[in-house]
């Protein structure tokens, strides 16, 4: 093990994948001072095992009906946090949602920030028209409410999951577009950009080895963020019975359908609230920490 | 008189890396007279000017055996009292104007702020004293130059306007930290030449860091030269041509000379002993 | 017939509505493996004039010519391949997201040039650095050590023409010697021409031939440099100019 620390350490790495693991486990060393970072990071793991091992994990499944167990407070045995009204035990559905949060997320993380990214940069970088064009394209998908676009889409598309995600994505893109602008148009100025347009470089070059990775700690930093937000608008959607459909077990839904029992079986809306809190507040956590991380201090002298 | 006293300073780093020692076992005493500190970047000079004001932040940590000041152990000192001190009584001068003044505040209301929180002064009073001020640093047309933002000044003007800010409340100490290596070579001299009659008509004493070691050679009494965190030297600027450490010695000679001849420029042999 | 000709350049920024007039009708000529210099002070427009060459800032009068052709709008490959430049500060002209390997293969990939792996390990040899500092990226070097390697990559494509914008300034005195003392190295051993631009009176009439000294936007005056070491100048900036610059030289 200390041979492999030693490799990493090593201040004349051999190889370019040395040097950059290298400077990835100095990264590590600085996100595990942050003890809130890790506790996020402890988390957003959680949620990821969970959801890759929910068959092992969950102690009944999570679409069986039990009729006869209907609605047990949490603390019954067998059913640790309780049953909904169709005798279904919640922490089964909480853990088996837990892919439904995680699918979406990795599906809305995967194509918004991406095509925002290409924007920004694009747009940052040509300036003028280019610019002018893509950022007004910006401004209309910005205006919209998430929830009122996923409304339409659903009107034309009908509800389900991947079109909750497309709507999702399709309002999530703009601001990852002006992040990724803005980095650009402080970078472009720089001295190093200018050295490689002086060697000849053409601007697809420039954009995607020089420009790109200077705004990705930015846009990183915003996808984590923006995570919470995310689980949330799905959790919307669901609640308005416009995403997911019953009977899968995603959190937003079973919020909305234990509204009914809020008072008397509070558990029913409650638990799954608070599995969209602590996964939220996870990744804020986590986010904060990796900008800490990732922010520039490479201009310490 | 002695006005500060310094022995066996160190500031260290703790980071993720390890533990980074910028400054390693420095010593020096200063009366009412002109300290330069000349060093590389890495020396540890502008670390040293800090800890004296106590203005270094975790994961920075000063330890020293003694930095006692008019009396007063700043070691041991509270955040309040350093604050009291900071300003008043000790002062200090950064390299670029820029970023040590304001720049959404009017240079006037900068110059009062201090006059009006600290002294109580009244409005009136404060003006005329920034105007004093200013004058004391031959800036001709003071009213103007209150009225104006920091970024409306040239490079030499927002530095005399540092240096009148810093001088208003009549500190003992001041520390200039590279005051003029942000300036253009002519406005330089006149920087230096203000800053050097306010020093004398006041009777304080000055520690002068910079990077340029025949500047602080013709602008103080005494010089002391750092590498790596250490003193290698100290030694009267008049002494300076016979400087024993071949450091200085290489610092001296590396500098390249309008007239001077067009072989390589000797440069400086390093020696890790000189980091003992 | 000069290698690099300078005729009436003018240089207009437009910010906000207002017109700054960076460079003003300004005039000069380099020879082939000669070194020129520019000096003057801030806002004199000299780091503007080698910009101006390089195509990052707008030409709004005159012309430049490289022996005796104009110079291409855009600069394309094959000026690179005949111009190149080093900038002010090795902090800011280095991308810190690349390895030394990554940021001195690129003109060569751009180019198709083959034989990466020894035109680099020669590169690093040339101005100094070891071998193995191949892999390292930027933060991990020094001052004076990235610099180095921002001449390196100025070298690899080979150029006849080497800009230089204070290449020293943000160096200490003494890596500013060895640094001064590798250009003048490479400069002899590759008969490179040299256009250098320093606020430093001193750095400029140990490393250049004939100097022009600027302010303003506007040449004022052009010496020899055996000129400037006897102090024969004309105008009275450039005497002021001398006069600050010597002052602050002991005695001895």
């Known amino acids: 093990m200390s041979t492999l620390i030693t490799w990493l350490r090593d201040p004349n790495p051999a190889s370019r994948l040395q040097s950059k693991l290298g400077q990835s486990y100095l990264s590590w060393l600085r996100l595990r001072r942050n003890p809130l970072a890790m506790i996020g990071l402890t988390i957003s793991l959680a949620l990821v095992l969970m959801a890759l091992f929910a068959p092992l994990l969950a102690p009944h499944d999570p679409i069986a009906q039990e009729l006869s167990r209907r609605l047990l407070p949490p603390g019954t045995a067998g059913n640790w946090l309780g049953t909904d009204d169709f005798g279904r035990d919640i922490l089964s559905r909480i853990i088996f949602g837990s892919r439904i949060t995680l699918y979406i997320v990795l599906l809305v993380i995967l194509t918004a920030p991406v095509v925002g990214l290409i924007i920004g940069t694009i747009a940052g970088y040509f300036g003028g028209w280019t610019d002018e064009i893509l950022m007004r394209i910006t401004d209309i998908f910005l205006a919209f409410p998430k929830l009122i676009l996923a409304l339409a889409l659903v ?30 148009l402080t ?57 997911v459909q019953p009977p899968l077990p995603e959190w937003g839904l079973m919020i909305s359908a234990g509204r009914k029992f809020l008072f008397e079986q509070w558990w029913v809306a409650t638990m799954p609230g608070l599995a969209i809190f602590i996964v939220s507040l996870g990744f804020n956590l986590l986010g904060d920490g990796l900008r800490d991380v990732l922010d520039p201090r490479s201009t310490s002298k | 008189m002695t006005l500060l006293s310094v022995k066996n300073l160190r500031v260290t780093f703790d980071t993720e890396a390890g533990l980074v020692e910028a400054v390693r076992g420095v010593s020096f005493s200063l009366g009412r007279e002109r300290l330069g500190i000349v060093g590389e970047s890495g020396s540890g000079k502008t670390m040293t000017g800090r800890s004296v004001l106590r203005l270094i932040r975790p994961p920075g940590k000063i330890t020293a055996d003694q930095m006692e000041f008019d009396g007063i152990d700043l070691m041991r000192a509270s955040e309040k009292q350093m604050r009291a001190l900071r300003g008043p009584r000790i002062a200090m001068v950064m390299q670029d104007p820029k970023y040590s003044l304001n720049p959404v505040m009017k240079v006037g209301a900068q110059l009062m702020e201090g006059l009006r929180q600290r002294d109580r002064v009244s409005k009136a009073e404060a003006r005329s004293k920034a105007i004093a001020a200013l004058e004391a640093v031959q800036i001709r047309d003071p009213e103007r130059v209150l009225e104006a933002y920091p970024h409306e000044l040239s490079g030499g003007m927002g530095q005399r306007v540092m240096i009148a800010m810093m001088l208003i409340p009549n500190p003992d100490l001041l520390i200039a930290d590279e005051p003029t290596s942000a300036l253009d070579v002519t406005v330089q001299a006149e920087v230096l030449s203000i800053l050097d009659n306010l020093v004398k008509t006041r009777g304080m004493g000055l520690i002068f860091i910079s990077h340029d070691l025949r500047l602080v050679a013709r602008f ?14 100290e030694l009267a600027a008049k002494d300076l041509l016979h400087a024993k450490h071949p450091y200085t010695q290489g610092l001296l000679n590396c500098l390249p000379r309008i007239g001077g001849s067009r072989d390589p420029l000797p440069s400086l042999d390093r020696n890790a002993a000189w980091a003992n | 017939m000069a290698l690099i000709e300078i005729d009436n350049l003018s240089v207009t920024f437009t910010a906000q509505g207002r017109q700054v007039r960076a460079v003003q009708n ?12 520019l000096v003057g002070e801030s ?37 690179s391949r005949q111009v190149q430049m080093v900038f002010q500060d090795p902090y800011a002209s280095l991308h810190p997201r690349h390895t030394i390997d990554r940021t001195l293969s690129e003109p060569l990939a751009i180019h198709g040039l083959p034989g990466t792996d020894q035109r680099i390990t020669k590169a690093l040899t040339d101005v100094g650095l070891p071998t193995n500092f191949r892999f390292r990226y930027p933060h991990q070097l020094s001052g004076g050590q990235r610099q180095r390697v921002a001449i390196a990559r100025a070298l690899m494509l080979e150029p006849e023409i080497l800009l230089l914008d204070e290449p020293t300034s943000a160096l ?68 002021s100019l001398f006069a600050a610059s010597a002052d602050r030289m002991l005695e001895g």
């Open chain 1, 187 to 243: 970078v472009r100025n720089s001295d190093y950009i200018a050295a490689v347009k002086l060697q000849g470089a053409g601007a697809a070059r420039v954009i995607w080895g020089h420009v790109m990775p200077m705004c990705l700690p930015s846009v990183i930093i915003r996808v984590t963020l923006d995570m919470a937000g995310v689980i949330l608008t799905a959790a919307g959607l669901g609640f308005l019975g416009l995403g």
């Open chain 3, 43 to 79: 806002g004199s427009g000299k780091s503007t004039i080698l910009r101006a060459i390089c195509g990052l800032a707008p030409i709004s009068g005159g012309s430049i010519r490289i022996n005796g052709k104009a110079i291409a709008t855009p600069r394309g490959k094959a000026f």
């Open chain 3, 26 to 37: 300004v005039s000069l000529n380099v020879n082939a493996q000669e070194s020129f210099g």
């Open chain 2, 220 to 233: 103080c009494d005494r010089v002391l030269v750092m590498y790596k965190g250490r003193v290698v030297e």
């Open chain 1, 155 to 184: 009107a034309v598309l009908g509800p389900g999951m991947e079109n909750a995600v497309l709507a999702i994505a399709l309002t999530s893109w703009p601001p990852y577009a002006r992040v990724a602008r803005a980095e650009t």
């Open chain 3, 172 to 239: 200490d005195a003494s890596v500013q010697a060895e640094t001064l003392n590798l250009l003048s190295r490479l400069r002899a051993e590759r008969g490179l021409t040299f256009l250098m631009v320093s606020h430093d009176l001193a750095v400029i009439d140990h490393m250049c031939d004939r100097i022009l000294v600027m302010q303003h936007g506007r040449a004022v005056e052009e010496l020899s440099r055996d000129a400037l070491a006897h102090a024969e100048m004309k105008t009275d900036y450039a005497r």
